[in-house]
């Protein structure tokens, strides 16, 4: 199993960014799946999550109404968009994929891609 984010960069505050992550070696559109961050000396985070159909959404407080997930299962993908960028959103980010429920919760994940670095300038 692989899960490739890409999409990281360097952005100003205010500015935005879509991440990407493409999956391989599994159904896709059979997982769940997720994104979260780690920033530097921080403990890992949940950011957001979307259900295998597409149809549910979950985020967490912090990134709510300026960041949001979607997924293309034709194309085995999960994206996420995020406005609105603060400093405060520095961190490398993360793509997971689950079968299970509980998607706030990092260790119910299964397979975790490489992490991509997003860094926001006050």
């Known amino acids: 199993v692989q899960l490739q984010a890409c999409g990281g960069g360097l952005v100003q505050a205010g500015g935005s960014l879509r991440l990407s992550c493409a999956a391989s070696g599994l159904t896709f559109s059979m997982y769940n799946m997720g994104w979260f961050r780690q920033a530097s000396g921080k403990e890992r985070e949940f950011v957001a999550a979307i259900n295998w159909r597409g149809i549910s959404t979950t985020y967490a407080d912090s990134v709510t109404g300026r960041f949001t997930i979607s997924r293309d299962n034709a194309k085995n993908t999960v994206y996420l968009q995020m406005n609105a960028l603060k400093p405060e959103d520095t961190a490398v980010y993360y793509c997971?994929?689950?079968?299970?429920?509980?998607?706030?919760?990092?260790?119910?994940?299964?397979?975790w891609g490489q992490g991509t670095l997003v860094t926001v300038s006050s």
């Open positions: 997971a994929a689950t079968q299970r429920s509980y998607l706030r919760d990092y260790s119910a994940y299964h397979h």
